[in-house]
Nanobody, 129 residues
Framework: QLQLVESGGGVVQPGGSLRLSCAAS????????IGWFRQAPGKEREGVSC????????NYADSVKGRFTISRDNAKNTVYLQMNSLKSEDTGVYYC??????????????????????WGKGTLVTVSS
C-alpha cells in the first residue's frame, strides 16, 4: 500500500518543541519533493515548509522561519519537521505530502501550485498552556 504516515504530534506548552516525522511505505521518497502543511481550526490549509528530493533546497513560511527546520533521511525514507519555540498559533493538524520532482520547485510546493501525489492523514499539534 502506497502511503505517507505522520507521527510526533501532541500537546506542548508555548515555547516547547516537537519533532514530526513523515514516513513513506510502498514507495521511496528520494524522487519526491515533500511538503509539510497545516490546517488550523477554521482556517485554510497552508504550506509550512518544503524540501527538495535531495534535501538541497528548502522553503519556509514566514511565520515559522527561524523556529522550524525541515530535513530528510532518504535512507530511512522519512522526512522530519523540527518545531521549536512553539506558539499557540502553530496549533493545527499537520500533513505531509509528496510530489514527484518533475519540473517543480519547493517554493511552488509550499505555495500549493501543484497537485500533490500522496498525502498523509495528518497528526495533531496542540500548543497550549
Amino acid at each position: 500500500q502506497l502511503q505517507l504516515v505522520e507521527s510526533g504530534g501532541g500537546v506542548v506548552q508555548p515555547g516547547g518543541s516537537l519533532r514530526l516525522s513523515c514516513a513513506a511505505s510502498g514507495f521511496t521518497l528520494d524522487t519526491y519533493n515533500i511538503g509539510w502543511f497545516r490546517q488550523a481550526p477554521g482556517k485554510e490549509r497552508e504550506g509550512v515548509s518544503c524540501i527538495s528530493s535531495s534535501g538541497g533546497s528548502t522553503n519556509y513560511a514566514d511565520s515559522v522561519k527561524g523556529r522550524f527546520t525541515i530535513s530528510r533521511d532518504n535512507a530511512k525514507n522519512t522526512v522530519y519537521l523540527q518545531m521549536n519555540s512553539l506558539k499557540s498559533e502553530d496549533t493545527g493538524v499537520y500533513y505531509c505530502a509528496a510530489r514527484s520532482v518533475g519540473s517543480t520547485t519547493v517554493q511552488g510546493v509550499c505555495a500549493g501550485h501543484y497537485v500533490m501525489t500522496y498525502w498523509g492523514k495528518g497528526t495533531l499539534v496542540t500548543v497550549s498552556s
